[in-house]
């Protein structure tokens, strides 16, 4: 592996030992590389953001228009042949992680990417025309530099752009399916399914740290179930719901933490005030899930609010009935 390294570091040229025919080569493969880039960028949000797909469709088209006058100049300057020489074989380039092959694509990472990808650009540039002597490759180096200088400014306006209406519509479907589901059953799953072996060991054993424990066992082992349950529900290519263990993270998350809220009381000694103290935490879980599924999953708010508080009663009764049995 030490000497495949050491043997690639050698091959690599230094930007300084380049001629200018060889840098008007690498400027060329540099702009069928982002013209390439930006051609998967605009397929990859065709389907969830059209407009800022269109705009790096345009992109693409004013790289390729740099490609060309590259070309001619080549063509005028040295001939047709073209030395095959690409960024990876001239030290000082960075390493691009290749967001465009992750699929869905995220808006704010493409919109980064591009921004940095135009300025290595554009200091390439402004780095060859001082380098070259003859005036028209100075010119058309130049020039470029100060057009990769606008699109790196057109990167940053896409990202600054407000979206459509249709844009916001899918951005906030996209939120919803990928974060708020997910988060939203964990929620719901750590709120109510801990509440019966909670509930139960409180009237059973009357004491505030045996009930923490039982509370704190089922709301780390529910977490872990539910995370792994959503991660390996869906991989998300299909629906567009996301990394199944980013969605599996938020769920076993939530799940945790919807238990854990009402199982903290428990650290009181006083396990009567404990349990009158989780109850009321209880209510305010089930107004917090009953309130987002109106928010977000546009539940009415009376529906929601019955649906969870009749769930969270019957799991709460069963709790007690089975304690103090």
Known sequence: ????????????????????????????????DDARIYEDFAEGLKADYPEQSEKFKELRRQEDTHRHRLLDLHR???????PMIRR?????????????????LGLKAVQKTAE??????????????????????????????????NHAHTAQQIGATKLSEGESAQH???????VIQ???AGLMDGSVSTLAPLFAAAFATHSSIDTFRVGL???????ISMGFAEALSDDGTLTGRG????????????TTLGGLGHTLPYLLRDVRFATWIAVAVVLVELGIISWVRHRFMDTPLGSAVVQVALGGALVFAAGVLIGVS
């Not at 005028?76 to 073209?82: A, D």
């Not at 025309?129 to 200088?149: K, P, T, Y």
């Not at 066992?217 to 977490?223: D, I, K, R």
């Open 1 to 32: 592996m030490g000497e495949t390294f050491t043997r690639r570091f050698v091959l690599m040229r230094t930007f300084e030992s380049l001629t200018e025919q060889e840098i008007l080569a690498l400027a060329i493969s540099l702009e069928e």
């Open 76 to 82: 005028s300057r040295f001939g047709e042949h073209v």
């Open 88 to 104: 990876e074989n001239v030290r000082g380039f960075v390493n691009r992680r290749p967001v465009w092959l992750v699929r869905p």
């Open 116 to 149: 940095l990808m135009e300025l290595e650009t554009k200091r390439f540039y402004e780095a060859g025309a001082r380098r070259a002597c003859d005036a028209g490759i100075r010119q058309l180096l130049g020039d470029l530099a100060e057009e990769e200088r």
């Open 172 to 178: 906030k479907r996209l939120f919803v399916l990928q």
């Open 182 to 184: 997910p988060g939203l």
């Open 217 to 223: 066992a089922a709301s780390v082992g529910a977490g």
């Open 243 to 254: 990394h199944p263990w980013a969605r599996g993270f938020v769920c076993g998350l939530m």
